[in-house]
Protein backbone atom coordinates (compact mmCIF):
# COMPACT_ATOMS: atom_id res chain seq x y z
CA UNK A 1 0.00 0.00 0.00
CA UNK A 2 0.79 3.56 -0.76
CA UNK A 3 0.80 5.98 1.73
CA UNK A 4 1.78 9.38 2.20
CA UNK A 5 2.55 11.56 5.33
CA UNK A 6 2.21 14.75 5.49
CA UNK A 7 4.48 17.08 7.68
CA UNK A 8 7.18 14.06 7.36
CA UNK A 9 9.88 15.82 8.42
CA UNK A 10 8.11 16.74 11.87
CA UNK A 11 9.09 14.66 14.92
CA UNK A 12 5.79 12.66 14.75
CA UNK A 13 6.20 12.22 11.18
CA UNK A 14 9.25 11.30 11.11
CA UNK A 15 9.05 8.61 13.25
CA UNK A 16 5.43 7.38 11.46
CA UNK A 17 8.05 7.33 7.80
CA UNK A 18 10.44 5.20 9.70
CA UNK A 19 8.03 2.75 11.18
CA UNK A 20 6.05 1.87 8.36
CA UNK A 21 9.40 2.11 5.91
CA UNK A 22 10.64 -0.86 8.27
CA UNK A 23 7.13 -2.67 7.86
CA UNK A 24 7.22 -2.61 3.67
CA UNK A 25 4.70 0.10 2.95
CA UNK A 26 5.66 2.27 0.02
CA UNK A 27 6.35 5.28 1.67
CA UNK A 28 5.79 9.02 -0.23
CA UNK A 29 7.32 11.73 2.61
CA UNK A 30 5.47 15.04 1.70
CA UNK A 31 6.74 18.37 2.92
CA UNK A 32 7.58 21.48 1.51
CA UNK A 33 10.91 20.24 0.25
CA UNK A 34 9.15 18.45 -1.89
CA UNK A 35 7.17 20.68 -3.70
CA UNK A 36 4.01 20.03 -1.17
CA UNK A 37 2.41 22.84 0.35
CA UNK A 38 -0.57 21.43 2.48
CA UNK A 39 -1.76 24.91 3.28
CA UNK A 40 -1.60 26.49 -0.19
CA UNK A 41 -2.76 22.97 -1.68
CA UNK A 42 0.28 23.55 -4.17
CA UNK A 43 1.99 20.20 -5.58
CA UNK A 44 -0.49 17.93 -3.41
CA UNK A 45 -3.11 16.38 -5.35
CA UNK A 46 -0.31 15.49 -8.00
CA UNK A 47 1.66 14.03 -5.14
CA UNK A 48 -1.59 11.70 -3.57
CA UNK A 49 -1.66 10.17 -7.26
CA UNK A 50 -1.78 6.43 -6.58
CA UNK A 51 -2.07 6.51 -2.56
CA UNK A 52 -4.46 4.50 -0.90
CA UNK A 53 -4.13 6.33 2.50
CA UNK A 54 -3.06 9.98 3.78
CA UNK A 55 -1.23 10.75 7.63
CA UNK A 56 -2.12 14.00 8.85
CA UNK A 57 1.20 14.78 10.81
CA UNK A 58 1.22 18.44 9.96
CA UNK A 59 2.08 20.69 12.99
CA UNK A 60 2.66 24.53 13.44
CA UNK A 61 5.31 26.47 15.54
CA UNK A 62 2.69 29.77 16.50
CA UNK A 63 0.36 29.45 19.53
CA UNK A 64 -1.51 32.59 18.52
CA UNK A 65 -5.58 30.97 18.82
CA UNK A 66 -6.58 32.61 15.10
CA UNK A 67 -3.68 31.74 13.26
CA UNK A 68 -3.27 28.33 14.61
CA UNK A 69 -7.31 28.14 13.58
CA UNK A 70 -6.81 29.63 10.29
CA UNK A 71 -3.50 26.71 9.80
CA UNK A 72 -4.75 23.48 10.33
CA UNK A 73 -8.60 24.31 9.64
CA UNK A 74 -7.40 25.09 5.73
CA UNK A 75 -4.75 21.66 6.03
CA UNK A 76 -7.48 19.85 6.89
CA UNK A 77 -9.98 21.72 3.89
CA UNK A 78 -7.08 21.54 1.70
CA UNK A 79 -5.96 17.90 2.16
CA UNK A 80 -9.67 16.55 1.88
CA UNK A 81 -10.40 18.66 -1.29
CA UNK A 82 -6.85 16.80 -2.74
CA UNK A 83 -7.62 13.58 -1.52
CA UNK A 84 -10.74 13.14 -2.99
CA UNK A 85 -9.77 14.27 -6.46
CA UNK A 86 -6.73 11.60 -6.34
CA UNK A 87 -9.19 8.51 -4.94
CA UNK A 88 -7.15 8.42 -1.31
CA UNK A 89 -9.35 6.04 0.39
CA UNK A 90 -8.73 7.17 4.38
CA UNK A 91 -7.35 9.64 5.79
CA UNK A 92 -5.90 9.19 9.60
CA UNK A 93 -4.65 12.47 11.91
CA UNK A 94 -2.79 12.68 14.12
CA UNK A 95 -4.12 15.19 17.29
CA UNK A 96 -4.08 15.65 20.72
CA UNK A 97 -6.40 14.00 24.02
CA UNK A 98 -8.82 16.32 25.90
CA UNK A 99 -9.37 19.08 23.23
CA UNK A 100 -12.81 19.49 23.69
CA UNK A 101 -13.49 21.78 26.20
CA UNK A 102 -10.66 23.95 24.74
CA UNK A 103 -10.76 27.51 22.95
CA UNK A 104 -7.62 28.77 23.09
CA UNK A 105 -4.17 28.02 21.39
CA UNK A 106 -2.69 25.08 20.06
CA UNK A 107 -5.58 22.40 21.42
CA UNK A 108 -8.33 24.88 19.54
CA UNK A 109 -6.54 25.18 16.73
CA UNK A 110 -6.50 21.20 16.97
CA UNK A 111 -9.78 20.98 16.89
CA UNK A 112 -10.60 23.11 14.47
CA UNK A 113 -8.86 20.82 12.03
CA UNK A 114 -10.59 18.13 13.48
CA UNK A 115 -14.12 19.54 12.66
CA UNK A 116 -13.16 20.58 9.44
CA UNK A 117 -11.93 16.67 8.55
CA UNK A 118 -15.24 15.95 9.34
CA UNK A 119 -16.71 18.10 6.69
CA UNK A 120 -14.99 16.45 3.98
CA UNK A 121 -16.07 13.64 1.68
CA UNK A 122 -12.55 11.49 2.57
CA UNK A 123 -13.55 8.91 5.47
CA UNK A 124 -10.84 10.15 8.49
CA UNK A 125 -9.74 8.14 11.40
CA UNK A 126 -8.39 10.36 14.46
CA UNK A 127 -5.47 9.35 16.71
CA UNK A 128 -5.44 11.36 20.08
CA UNK A 129 -2.10 11.68 21.63
CA UNK A 130 -0.97 12.56 24.82
CA UNK A 131 2.12 15.03 24.89
CA UNK A 132 5.51 13.50 24.18
CA UNK A 133 7.93 13.04 26.07
CA UNK A 134 9.54 15.83 24.40
CA UNK A 135 6.89 18.52 25.64
CA UNK A 136 8.82 18.42 28.63
CA UNK A 137 12.10 19.82 26.52
CA UNK A 138 9.60 22.49 24.54
CA UNK A 139 7.80 24.01 28.28
CA UNK A 140 11.33 24.37 29.71
CA UNK A 141 12.89 26.48 26.69
CA UNK A 142 9.18 28.26 26.72
CA UNK A 143 8.99 28.91 30.43
CA UNK A 144 12.43 29.95 31.60
CA UNK A 145 13.81 33.79 32.90
CA UNK A 146 16.25 33.71 34.15
CA UNK A 147 17.28 30.86 36.70
CA UNK A 148 13.50 29.66 37.19
CA UNK A 149 11.13 27.84 34.46
CA UNK A 150 7.43 28.63 35.58
CA UNK A 151 5.60 26.16 34.01
CA UNK A 152 1.85 25.84 34.27
CA UNK A 153 -0.34 23.47 36.53
CA UNK A 154 -0.87 20.79 34.32
CA UNK A 155 -1.44 16.75 34.67
CA UNK A 156 -0.35 14.87 31.50
CA UNK A 157 0.20 11.51 30.75
CA UNK A 158 3.49 11.63 28.43
CA UNK A 159 4.25 9.36 25.58
CA UNK A 160 6.87 7.96 23.74
CA UNK A 161 7.49 9.07 20.19
CA UNK A 162 7.88 5.88 18.60
CA UNK A 163 5.01 3.94 20.64
CA UNK A 164 2.74 6.79 19.12
CA UNK A 165 4.23 5.81 15.59
CA UNK A 166 3.32 2.14 16.23
CA UNK A 167 -0.09 2.81 16.85
CA UNK A 168 -0.39 5.13 14.19
CA UNK A 169 0.85 2.61 11.32
CA UNK A 170 -1.61 0.19 12.80
CA UNK A 171 -4.25 2.64 12.68
CA UNK A 172 -3.86 4.05 9.27
CA UNK A 173 -3.29 1.08 7.61
CA UNK A 174 -6.29 -1.66 9.27
CA UNK A 175 -8.90 -2.65 7.07
CA UNK A 176 -11.22 -1.67 9.66
CA UNK A 177 -10.94 0.40 13.21
CA UNK A 178 -12.83 2.74 15.16
CA UNK A 179 -13.14 6.59 14.29
CA UNK A 180 -11.28 7.52 17.24
CA UNK A 181 -8.47 6.09 19.67
CA UNK A 182 -6.02 7.43 22.13
CA UNK A 183 -2.74 7.07 23.13
CA UNK A 184 -0.75 8.05 26.36
CA UNK A 185 1.81 6.87 28.12
CA UNK A 186 2.18 4.66 31.45
CA UNK A 187 1.94 6.69 34.05
CA UNK A 188 -0.16 10.11 34.71
CA UNK A 189 1.93 12.99 36.29
CA UNK A 190 2.30 16.39 36.72
CA UNK A 191 4.37 18.46 33.97
CA UNK A 192 6.28 20.84 36.27
CA UNK A 193 7.55 17.53 38.17
CA UNK A 194 8.51 16.21 35.12
CA UNK A 195 10.43 19.55 33.71
CA UNK A 196 12.07 19.47 36.96
CA UNK A 197 13.77 15.95 36.34
CA UNK A 198 14.36 17.27 32.83
CA UNK A 199 15.87 20.43 33.99
CA UNK A 200 17.90 18.81 36.73
CA UNK A 201 19.06 16.15 33.98
CA UNK A 202 20.37 19.30 31.77
CA UNK A 203 22.24 21.46 34.70
CA UNK A 204 19.62 24.26 34.18
CA UNK A 205 17.67 26.46 34.94
CA UNK A 206 17.90 26.18 39.06
CA UNK A 207 14.37 25.74 39.54
CA UNK A 208 11.43 25.15 38.22
CA UNK A 209 7.87 26.47 39.97
CA UNK A 210 4.41 25.33 39.14
CA UNK A 211 2.24 28.32 38.39
CA UNK A 212 -1.54 28.69 38.25
CA UNK A 213 -3.91 31.20 37.03
CA UNK A 214 -7.17 30.20 39.39
CA UNK A 215 -9.28 33.18 36.72
CA UNK A 216 -7.88 31.37 33.61
CA UNK A 217 -10.82 28.22 33.16
CA UNK A 218 -8.59 26.30 30.70
CA UNK A 219 -5.98 26.76 33.03
CA UNK A 220 -8.08 24.92 35.62
CA UNK A 221 -9.07 22.26 33.24
CA UNK A 222 -5.62 21.44 32.41
CA UNK A 223 -4.81 21.57 36.28
CA UNK A 224 -7.94 19.16 36.53
CA UNK A 225 -6.91 16.25 34.10
CA UNK A 226 -8.43 17.26 31.41
CA UNK A 227 -5.34 16.44 29.27
CA UNK A 228 -5.67 12.69 30.20
CA UNK A 229 -6.60 9.71 28.75
CA UNK A 230 -10.33 8.26 29.13
CA UNK A 231 -10.52 4.51 30.22
CA UNK A 232 -10.60 3.30 26.68
CA UNK A 233 -6.91 4.52 26.16
CA UNK A 234 -4.03 2.55 25.27
CA UNK A 235 -1.27 3.10 27.73
CA UNK A 236 2.04 1.90 28.10
CA UNK A 237 6.18 1.82 26.23
CA UNK A 238 8.34 3.51 27.88
CA UNK A 239 7.98 6.07 30.93
CA UNK A 240 9.19 9.77 30.79
CA UNK A 241 12.39 8.43 33.41
CA UNK A 242 13.52 5.91 30.85
CA UNK A 243 13.26 8.48 27.78
CA UNK A 244 15.53 10.94 30.25
CA UNK A 245 18.08 8.26 31.04
CA UNK A 246 18.41 7.62 26.68
CA UNK A 247 18.34 11.30 26.07
CA UNK A 248 20.03 13.05 28.85
CA UNK A 249 21.74 10.62 30.86
CA UNK A 250 22.92 10.80 34.28
Known sequence: MRIAVLGATGRIGRKTVEVLTERGHDVAALNRAAGVDVYTGEGLEQALAGVGVVIDAVSVGTIDTAEVIDFFGTVATTVQRAAAAAGVRRIALVSIIGIDPFTTGHYAGKLAQETAYRRGPVPVRFLRAAQFHEFTEMMLDRTTSGDTAYVPETRTQLVDLRTVAEHLA?????????????????HALDLAAAVSRLAARRGSPAHVT?????SDPEQKLRAAGALLPGPDAFTGGPTFEEWLDRHYPA
Open 170 to 186: DYATAADAPDTIEVAGP
Open 210 to 214: EVGDP
